[in-house]
T-cell receptor
């Protein structure tokens, strides 16, 4: 039973256009959501996060939107650049589970290719 | 220097062998985690530790054991490796504080192949 779902294994976008990566979750207890970016032969690196008390968070070219009623979040990258080509993982956390363990539940990832 | 380091970076071993993967961090974090990643799958939690005296099983702990030798070191062992343990293994750390980002910091990974 997958609690965090990224239904698009891959996405191709032209340089300069918008990239939209989607993520759905099923666990209503999740209250923090994070996006990680992963290049080949490297560990995932944190990109941006959002708390369930917000519906939008921006950081430069990256914006995450959260729709709690739909249990859906999305990552927008504008404008997309070739260096953004990577695998993007959506992750969710239930802050109160495990007495502060801050476990993350990850989606399967979406491979973004930005075409020059 | 990297904040979270993993050794070895690559390892090929045979079925039935014992193998240890090591993780060290200089971030001063108390929470440490071990994940595995398989092709087409996300990262799945194997074990996590709050501090030296606290070890907890994650989603897929069967076939694995861990040791928290110090705050900065967290080792993952496969007592008798099997081919379906072939995967990418990542160590991660997090501070005790509940910051807005709730971020975990990952090491570069160990690619393990069990023949």
């Amino acid at each position: 039973d997958q609690q965090v779902k990224q239904n698009s294994p891959s996405l191709s976008v032209q340089e300069g256009r918008i990239s939209i990566l989607n993520c759905d979750y099923t666990n209503s207890m999740f209250d923090y959501f994070l996006w990680y970016k992963k290049y080949p032969a490297e560990g995932p690196t944190f990109l941006i996060s959002i708390s369930s008390i917000k519906d939008k968070n921006e950081d430069g070219r990256f914006t995450v939107f959260l729709n709690k009623s739909a249990k859906h979040l999305s990552l927008h990258i504008v404008p997309s650049q070739p260096g953004d080509s990577a695998v993007y993982f959506c992750a969710a956390s239930d802050s109160y589970s495990g007495a502060g363990s801050y476990q993350l539940t990850f989606g399967k990832g979406t491979k973004l290719s930005v075409i020059p | 220097d990297a904040d979270v380091t993993q050794t070895p970076r690559n390892r090929i071993t045979k079925t039935g062998k014992r193998i240890m993967l090591e993780c060290s961090q200089t971030k001063g974090h108390d929470r440490m985690y071990w994940y595995r990643q398989d092709p087409g799958l996300g990262l799945r939690l194997i074990y996590y530790s709050f501090d030296v005296k606290d070890i907890n099983k994650g989603e897929i702990s069967d076939g694995y054991s861990v040791s928290r030798q110090a705050q900065a070191k967290f080792s993952l062992s496969l007592e008798s490796a099997i081919p379906n343990q072939t995967a990418l293994y990542f160590c991660a750390t997090r501070s005790r504080d509940r910051g807005d980002d709730n971020e975990q910091f990952f090491g570069p990974g160990t690619r393990l192949t069990v023949l």
